[in-house]
């Protein structure tokens, strides 16, 4: 084994234990839950879990949970595998794109990304699926640097599997398709266009086809249609947090401007932790120096990443939700890592003092996220609401928009009361009657809350664990909230 392979793997094992160490053991939010029963029992109508059914993301989890692990378990290995495989896979990208001392910075720095860490720690797919996209773009860019015009079958080879893989991770997270369709379309067209794209798009489809076939097979075509369907719809027009249910541009470009800043990048904000503002004057100027360096030759030399980042960061300005949920730009950080090594790999050239730079943003990086997965052990908001509900004898209904499901898991004495509306909510606490209901706060709009102070009744908080948005983005102030006939005058 050579010197780097030797490197490589240390930093894979690090990673591995700094993510196995901080694994979770509760149902942070209602996705996570989901995907704790589909490793139980994997069932689409039931949304154990919710579409795209994630069947690989399932699979692998379900494999980890055979050899012994409790669900919790089982998808927090996978998480912290992904997370391992992108810290890795980032090193390797930047050893592709700028070279090895860039690597190496690439991997300090993807090792220590506060960002990186926690989501490689969290019960949802977003650490596999990054993984797996960044893998198929380090074979990518591998594949120009070996090109050889009289022997191209190497290059070919790295190029085909980096599209199998690709197709492979759409059964991980399948939002993450622009990814796979601008590889395909980047690949095909560098090697010639028409037939060329076409064997392109069959490499693509090989992929999809490994766990598309065995998904009917299990689930069933009719059920994946409709219980498909009804999630789509449910996605881009009522919850799924895309520009048609949250149409404010400057919502989401605040949310995307604090996401890349403050959460993929660890920017320093005014609610983050003080210790960022040591950082982030290395962050402005390792970025402002990447950005110099963007030419025509540099997007033509890997236009794969540049195709990808560019098609990903726009499918998901218009239809993720990151307006609240910096998470969807996470497949964008370890490009956004490659470009910071590679700033430092040419500044270090020129003055070897600026090798200083990436190693006092990796430390403080680290330290940030140390407080970050701490912090994630306990309890989430909406965890830790739950099993108060379960402590507590309180024959009162419990009104909510979107934590049902976890607490008639969690919570299954109590009974719960789901709504949609405002006028539902109402209609709900008139039916408790004097004896009150609790609400969860996430169902409470400002105007409800006017209203039924309005026809005397009192609104307090009864219970509430919050805990920094940078750990828990969007419910983070989530609390449960007691409604009760306001005390006579």
């Not at 084994?1 to 690090?14: E, N, P, S």
């Not at 449910?234 to 149409?247: A, K, L």
Request: charged letters at 15%; aromatic letters at 8%.
């Amino acid at each position: 084994m050579t010197r780097h392979r030797l490197g490589l793997a240390l930093l894979f094992a690090l990673a591995l234990a700094l993510r196995l160490g901080w694994l979770i053991r509760y149902d942070e939010d209602i996705d996570g839950l989901r995907f704790a029963l589909a490793v139980d029992r994997f069932d689409v109508l039931e949304l154990r879990p919710h579409a795209p059914f994630y069947p690989v993301y399932v699979a692998a989890a379900k494999l980890c949970a055979a050899a012994g692990a409790s669900p919790r378990i089982a998808l927090g290995v996978v998480g912290a595998l992904g997370g391992a495989v992108t810290v890795a896979a980032t090193a390797l990208l930047a050893r592709e794109v700028a070279g090895l001392r860039a690597a190496w910075v690439a991997g300090a720095l993807a090792l220590a990304s506060p960002f990186l860490w926690l989501s490689a720690t969290k019960l949802t797919s977003d650490a596999a699926g990054t993984a797996l996209t960044t893998s198929a773009l380090a074979l990518c860019a591998r594949a120009r640097r070996v090109a050889d015009p009289t022997s191209p079958a190497h290059a070919a080879a790295l190029r085909t599997a980096a599209l199998v893989l690709a197709g492979i991770e759409l059964g991980v997270r399948l939002s993450y398709f622009p990814f796979a369709l601008a590889i395909a379309c980047a690949v095909g067209i560098s090697d010639g266009g028409g037939m060329a794209l076409l064997r392109r798009t069959r490499d693509l489809a090989t992929g999809v086809v490994l766990w598309l076939v065995p998904l009917v097979v299990v689930a069933g075509s009719r059920a994946l249609v409709a219980a498909g369907s009804a999630q789509a719809a449910g996605h881009f027009t009522r919850w799924g947090g895309s520009v048609i249910t949250i149409p404010s541009p400057g919502l989401r470009l605040y949310g995307i401007g604090w996401g890349v800043w403050a959460n993929a990048l660890g920017g320093a904000w005014p609610d983050a932790p003080a210790l960022r503002w040591i950082g982030a004057p290395v962050l402005l100027l390792l970025g402002a120096f990447a950005l110099s360096r963007v030419d025509r030759r540099l997007v033509a030399r890997h236009s794969e990443i540049w195709a990808s980042a560019l098609a990903y960061a726009l499918w998901a300005a218009l239809f993720q939700n990151v307006a609240y949920k910096p998470r969807h730009l996470l497949p964008l950080v370890p490009l956004m890592i490659v470009a910071l090594a590679s700033a430092s790999e040419e500044l270090t050239g020129r003055w070897r003092a600026a090798l200083a730079a990436p190693v006092l943003l990796s430390a403080q990086w680290f330290v940030d996220g140390l407080g970050l997965v701490r912090a994630h052990m306990l309890p989430s908001p909406a965890a830790a609401l739950v099993q108060h509900l379960a402590s507590v004898d309180d024959a009162r209904p419990v009104v909510t928009r979107e934590l049902g499901r976890m607490v008639a898991e969690g919570a299954p004495r109590r009974t719960v009361i789901s709504v949609g509306s405002d006028a539902e909510l109402s209609a709900a606490i008139e039916r408790a009657g004097a004896a009150g209901a609790f609400v969860t706060s996430e169902a409470m709009s400002p105007s409800i809350r006017t209203a039924l102070e309005a026809r005397d009744r009192a609104v307090g908080v009864a219970f509430a664990r919050p805990r920094s948005r940078y750990v828990d983005a969007l419910w983070s102030d989530l609390a449960l909230l007691e409604i009760s006939p306001s005390p006579s005058p």
